[in-house]
């Protein structure tokens, strides 16, 4: 269980208490789009892993993205990240509270800035440093220009955890590493979907409507 936590994020870090549903809107942002149905395919191994937007629930009165993951048709596992001015937070896993909110992303992401985290998720401490820095990354879903969120000395709980986090604007995370135990895990994106959306307004026959090409 914890290696599925380390490479879904940061150990799939925190969860919120009970969330109450509804109120202020989810603060978007291009490197990591929040929006209610939006979905990832992502291959670990020889595995495939779904991630999706499943709701927008607030965790102490923070708006967040109820991001849920998926293998098999079993919900693995739940996490509330929210977007803010200075970065990109995950403020509960799991229906543990992370104390205080972890910033995975540093916004805006200027190469060669660091930050530290500090931060406790159901009595397991997580600490470390982090730096951005700018790469081009190819991945099942394509090539992407990137930027990356890498820590060297993570650690989780006793454990050393070195991981990168890598995201492609207007896609998320379409990458992540992370070493444990000895052993290296790869997470890569094959497939991400947006949600549709549709005309409100438009009382026009679909014949007179403008067609795209």
């Known amino acids: 269980m914890l290696v599925h936590w380390v490479i879904t994020g940061l150990v799939l870090l925190a969860a919120g208490a009970p969330a109450a549903r509804g ?5 978007e942002s291009p490197y990591y789009p929040l929006a209610v149905g939006t979905t990832w395919v992502y291959r670990v191994g020889d595995k495939k892993t779904t991630m999706r937007v499943a709701g927008h629930e607030k965790v102490n009165g923070v708006p967040c993205a109820l991001i849920e993951t998926v293998r098999d048709g079993r919900i693995l ?26 910033r995975f992303l540093k916004l805006p992401p200027n190469k060669g800035d660091t930050w530290a985290v500090n931060s406790k998720v159901g009595g397991v401490n997580v600490k470390g440093t982090f730096t951005i820095g700018e790469e081009d990354v190819t991945v099942p879903a394509g090539r992407y220009q ?22 492609a604007v207007g ?3 379409v990458k992540q590493t992370a070493k444990f135990a000895g052993k290296d895990f790869v997470l890569e994106l ?11 307004a438009d009382s026009r026959p679909r014949s007179s409507r403008c067609s795209h090409f």
């Open 23 to 27: 109120g202020d809107q989810v603060k």
């Open 77 to 102: 596992a739940r996490e509330h990240v929210a977007a803010a001015d200075d970065g990109i937070y995950r403020h509960a896993a799991n229906g543990e509270e992370v104390r205080p909110p972890l």
């Open 146 to 167: 990137v930027v990356t969120a890498r820590s060297v000395d993570s650690l989780i709980g006793d454990n050393k955890v070195p991981l990168t986090y890598f995201f």
């Open 171 to 173: 896609v998320g995370v």
């Open 190 to 200: 094959e497939k991400m979907e947006k949600p549709r959306t549709y005309p409100i």
